[in-house]
Every structure is written in C-alpha cells, then in structure tokens.
C-alpha cells in the first residue's frame, strides 16, 4: 500500500490486512495500517505520494 512489496499472507498472519470497499489492503507494519485505516481516502487519493 505505501510503495513497499509485502506478501498478502505474511501480512494476514501478522494482522497487517485489511478490508476496505471489498478490497483488500496489506501493509508492511502497523504504522502503515493505523494510518491507512485513520484516512483510507488519503491513500486511495492517485495524487497521495506517501511519505514513508
Ligand atoms: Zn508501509
């Protein structure tokens, strides 16, 4: 999600996935997916550069 590769079950057994609009979404850690679940629409934004 941040530009980083993860591996969709590496990050499902570690809690790092998550369901939004039918999608699913996986993050290289936590930070990435308390931010991504504050404001889904920041990174869903094409013109969101993220700035990890
Ligand atoms: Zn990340």
Same mark, same amino acid.
């Given at each position: ?6 591996? *969709? ?30 404001? *889904?629409?920041?990174?869903?934004? *094409? ?5 990890m």
């Amino acid at each position: 999600m941040c530009g980083m590769r993860v591996d *969709p079950e590496t990050a499902r057994a570690r809690g790092l996935a998550l369901i939004h609009d039918g999608r699913e979404y996986v993050f290289c850690g936590k930070g990435c997916l308390l931010e991504f679940r504050d404001d *889904p629409a920041a990174f869903l934004d *094409p013109r969101h550069l993220p700035s990890m």
